[in-house]
């Protein structure tokens, strides 16, 4: 896996290579590269990124290597004469039309994804999640159930008094569970500051803003343990607030729903009550 | 015309002439456009080295998982701090010091047009700067919120709140005095013959980059004094409890964000522009294209503020707009960087360091902008959007974009302004260090960002151990080596082997003409213009 990723990227060539090197043997999952998730979405975003790069690569190869090639042979060393040639109008309506077609050939498809991730009807669940510094709360709306998800690495892992784990800053106390196959409507808000929940597996993040509501959705397809982090500066401890999702299948999902609904009551402290208006982003009321 | 030039090199020693004073209160009291710039560039050499070394305290950090060296309120206290110092103490100032010294030289002009607002437009600054440097040792910290300043994180400030907007303020006035006096002189001083069309790169792209200032400055001094505001007399403008929206921040924030972006590059352009046909010994190509696509630049970088904010839950349609306009920009981009290219062409190269920064600029800001180009796509900025790619993205147009510039600049320029021609090889290891070293520092950083880790953060998961420690050695590498850097600066300025007026062999411009160094006072009478 490392390995086909090394050869896309190494493709940049230039100043890259020595590195990339080095942290090929370092470890087998070392990341370089986005994940392609467990989401159609995240699939296509994927696949846009990934175009975008390559177009990229095409036109760098093209552009340093004219560039690089002038370098090593119009050097006054090798005795080169410089030629007094200033302008020209059809090389310069030449280079502003051609990438504006490929700027074209770019924002199709993007335009298309796009559309698609702001596309939530026919959620199947709805599940709120709401920012507080520095925890995530879950709240499923019809479901009756919500908690706090706090992390669970050991400050002396923190502190390095004890050797760091497996999954170090990305592990929960509470996990969002969520079923595969099922289209889940995703609202995040938050209660004090700004923060952003992110799962790079399921190809998006969005803010929590406090005092407003953002709509997004998820769809995942494979059983298992997603994890991300607040992507947004929050205060100190903006670096310690994971996120972990556990898809299972519905089954079990139902399971795991009745064990919750019997154990706890919702969570009583919501966003709404630290803020006396609420406002739905986009115009849209719930 | 440098005869005219010469008239005052014996000035000094007639009282009732207009030479230097002697001792502090020449610098204090000069209205003189050469001293101003040399102040300007001082001073930004000096912020240079703070904000660095509080980079080298978010490196340090970062070597490892874990926390090691600070904790993570300081932590966020340095980042925040790193940007406002760099971006408002570095690279800012270091242009409006190239501005100043050479923009008159370049037209013709005898001084700056308002030269007593140009003297306080710099003094401002150093009192700007104590008083921001200082709130780090004020109780609860510095600013800690990140420079963006977002609310409602930063009306959680300690002490240090009203002091980081009043020193915000200060820096304000000073770039709008700075950028006023600038379109004076190039409006008003151009030597007779000097049409807009004839003028030199560098003064074109300040020209507009001046306009730029004007325009966005009093939006960050609006948007600032209402966190004044919102903090201290009870308004509401981002506080949704009272009916107001945190996001309306950053899309007054972003309006002056994102032209103050191109503020930090488009004076680079103009000295790229100047540097490349000097050692191509070939006229630039296209001069027409790059002063036009300058100003598409500028336009659009005011109609694509909030591709900073793409996750912010935006309706589609301003999605949609957003990401189309931003696009855009890749265009004039591209035009800049084919001509200077096609300039290139069929010259005569050599590589003495001003070159060599040049050509590290065109090939490193290239990559920044491919980069820009990818997050400029919405759904893939999803996942990009506030991570380490961000962070590869932003510093390879500002370090080997607008810093390799600057130091380009003073390369190229150094032996007109001293006199004294700087040591070349020292260029060349300062070069060479500093091209290695900023790769290793901000290209793993890519890998980074797409693997998943957050910008802002003072430890991380293990998997991100790898990348974060070259990183780090880079960024040891990268800073020190601008210890090379001002040590030449200071050898040249103290001596070296005498540099011709003309300098360089494919130089070209008024500036050349003068003596090196310069009289105190030049263009005294306007020069002919072939
Ligand atoms: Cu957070």
């Known amino acids: 896996m490392a390995i086909t990723r090394f050869t896309k990227w190494g493709a940049t060539g230039l100043a890259a290579a020595p590195f990339l090197m080095w942290g090929a043997g370092a470890r087998a999952e070392l990341g370089l590269n986005m994940p392609q998730g467990v989401t159609a979405v995240s699939r296509e975003v994927y696949d846009l990124h990934m175009l975008i790069f390559w177009i990229c690569v095409v036109i760098a190869i093209g552009v340093f290597g004219v560039m690089f090639w002038s370098i090593f042979h119009h050097r006054k060393s090798r005795g080169a004469v410089p030629a007094q040639f200033h302008e020209s109008t059809l090389v310069e309506i030449v280079w502003t039309v051609v990438p504006m077609l490929i700027l074209i050939g770019m924002a199709v498809p993007a335009t298309k994804t796009l559309v698609k991730m702001y596309d939530s009807r026919e959620a199947e669940l709805t599940i709120k999640v709401t920012g507080y510094q520095w925890r995530w709360q879950y709240d499923y709306l019809d479901q009756n159930v919500g908690f706090l998800s706090v992390l669970s690495t050991p400050t002396a892992q923190i502190r390095n008094t004890a050797p760091k784990g497996e999954h170090y800053l990305l592990e929960v106390d509470n996990p969002m569970v969520v079923p595969v196959g099922k289209k889940v409507r995703i609202l995040t808000t938050a209660a004090d500051v700004i923060h952003s929940w992110w799962v790079p597996e399921l190809g998006w993040k969005k803010d929590a803003i406090p005092g407003f509501i953002n709509e997004s959705w998820t769809l995942i397809e494979k059983p298992g ?62 | 015309m440098s005869t005219a030039s010469h008239a005052h090199d014996h000035a000094e020693d007639h009282g009732h002439d207009h030479g230097p004073p002697r001792g502090l209160t020449r610098w204090i009291y000069t209205t003189n456009h050469k001293d101003i710039g040399t102040l300007y560039l001082l001073f930004s050499l000096l912020m240079f080295f703070v904000g660095g070394s509080m980079a080298l305290v978010i490196r340090a950090e970062l070597f490892q ?50 030269p007593r ?45 009203p002091f980081v907007i009043l020193a915000v303020h200060m820096m304000g006035a000073s770039s709008i005095m700075g950028a006023i006096n600038i379109i004076a002189t190039i409006l008003n001083l151009r030597a007779p013959g000097m049409t807009l069309m004839k003028m030199p790169m560098f003064v074109w792209t300040w020209l507009i980059t001046a306009y730029l200032l004007i325009a966005v400055m009093p939006v960050l001094a609006g948007s600032v004094t209402m966190l004044l505001t919102d903090k201290f007399f009870g308004t509401s403008f981002f506080n949704a409890g009272g009916g107001g929206d945190p996001v309306m ?45 300058t100003a598409s630049i500028a336009f659009l970088s005011f109609i694509v503020w909030a591709h900073h904010m793409f996750t912010v839950g935006m309706p589609l349609a301003g999605e949609l707009f957003f990401m189309y306009a931003t696009m855009l920009i890749a265009v004039p981009t591209g035009v800049k960087v084919f001509n200077w290219i096609s300039t290139m062409w069929r010259g005569a190269m050599t590589f003495e360091t001003p070159m060599l920064f040049a050509i590290a600029f065109v090939v490193l800001f290239t990559i920044g902008g491919f980069s820009g180009l990818m997050l400029a796509m919405a759904p893939a900025d999803f996942q990009y959007q506030d991570t380490y790619f961000v962070v590869a993205h932003f510093h390879y147009v500002l370090v080997p974009g607008a810093v390799f510039s600057i130091m380009a600049a003073a390369y190229y320029w150094l032996p007109k302004w001293t006199g004294h021609m700087y040591d070349e090889k020292l260029g060349q290891w300062h070069f060479w260090l500093s091209t290695i070293g900023v790769n290793v520092l901000f290209f793993p950083q890519h890998f980074l960002g797409l693997a998943g880790m957050p910008r802002r953060i003072p430890d991380y998961a293990l998997q991100f151990t790898e990348f974060n420690m070259m990183s780090t ?3 040891f590498m990268f800073g020190f080596s601008q210890l090379l850097f001002a040590y030449n600066v200071i050898k040249t300025i ?37």
């Open chain 2, 65 to 114: 998982p874990g926390l090691q060296i600070v904790n993570p309120d300081f932590f966020n206290q340095m980042t925040t701090m790193h940007a406002l110092v760099m971006i408002f103490g570095a690279v800012m100032p270091a242009f409006v010091g190239l501005a100043n010294w050479l923009v008159p030289m370049m037209i013709g002009a005898p001084d700056m047009a308002l």
């Open chain 2, 117 to 161: 607002m140009n003297n306080w437009s710099f003094w401002i600054m150093p009192f700007a700067f104590t008083l921001l440097l200082s709130t780090l040792f004020l109780p609860g910290g510095g600013p800690a919120g990140g420079w963006t300043l977002y609310p409602p994180l930063v009306l959680q400030t300690g002490d240090a709140f």
């Open chain 2, 249 to 293: 921040f950053q899309h007054i924030f972003w309006f002056f964000g994102h032209p103050e972006v191109y503020i930090m590059i488009l004076p680079a352009f103009g000295i790229i522009s100047m540097i490349i046909p000097t050692f191509a010994r070939k006229p630039l190509f296209g001069y027409a294209s790059m002063v036009y696509a």
């Open chain 2, 473 to 475: 050695v880079g960024a």
């Open chain 1, 225 to 286: 343990i997603y994890r991300g982090q607040c992507a947004e500066l929050c205060g100190k401890d903006h670096g310690y607030m994971p996120i972990v999702v556990k898809a299972v299948p519905e089954a079990e999902f139902k399971e795991w729903l009745a064990q919750m609904q019997a154990k706890n009551k919702p969570n009583p402290k919501t966003a709404n009550d630290d803020n006396s208006t609420v406002k739905i982003a986009g115009g849209q009321t719930l």
């Open chain 2, 494 to 530: 103290r001596g070296g082997a005498k540099a011709t007026d003309k300098v360089w062999e494919g130089a070209d411009g008024l500036e050349w003409t003068l003596s090196s160094p310069p009289a105190y006072h030049t263009f005294t009478t306007a020069p002919e213009i072939r």
